[in-house]
């Protein structure tokens, strides 16, 4: 129901954007986040945004270099990664939430994309 796209190979401090989308219109009312993972290590938060894109939450890694929206109709989430650096490097999943309201909890989400690889090299 999820797919992402746009991840590649960059070199530190370029930027990306990865887009999410829906199959059907099943995110209009639901918050959407995005998760990372690097290998070897656990699955973690990037950021979200809540259904009606009014609300976001970022990781403090992400502050001020990453920015989520997503489109009125609320099928689609992106994610700008500017700034990037060698620690970003990892598969990007998209994500929905059983709730309207944006979070960084995991437990939330029970919907979740493909992944999309990011590499970033230094």
């Known amino acids: 129901q999820l797919q992402a796209s746009g991840g590649g190979l960059v070199q530190a401090g370029d930027s990306l954007r990865l887009s999410c989308a829906a199959s059907?219109?099943?995110?209009?009312?639901?918050?959407l986040a995005w998760f990372r993972q690097a290998p070897g290590n656990e699955r973690e938060f990037v950021a979200s945004?809540?259904?009606?894109?009014?609300?976001?939450v970022n990781a403090d890694s992400v502050k001020g270099r990453f920015t989520i929206s997503r489109d009125y109709a609320g099928n689609t989430v992106w994610l700008q990664m500017d700034s990037l650096k060698s620690e970003d490097t990892g598969v990007y999943y998209c994500?929905?939430?059983?709730?309207?309201?944006?979070?960084?909890?995991?437990?939330?989400?029970?919907?979740w994309g493909q992944g999309t690889q990011v590499t970033v090299s230094s």
């Open positions: 945004i809540s259904w009606r894109g009014a609300n976001t």
């Open positions: 059907r219109r099943t995110a209009s009312n639901n918050a």
């Open positions: 994500a929905k939430s059983r709730s309207s309201v944006a979070t960084s909890r995991i437990e939330y989400y029970n919907t």
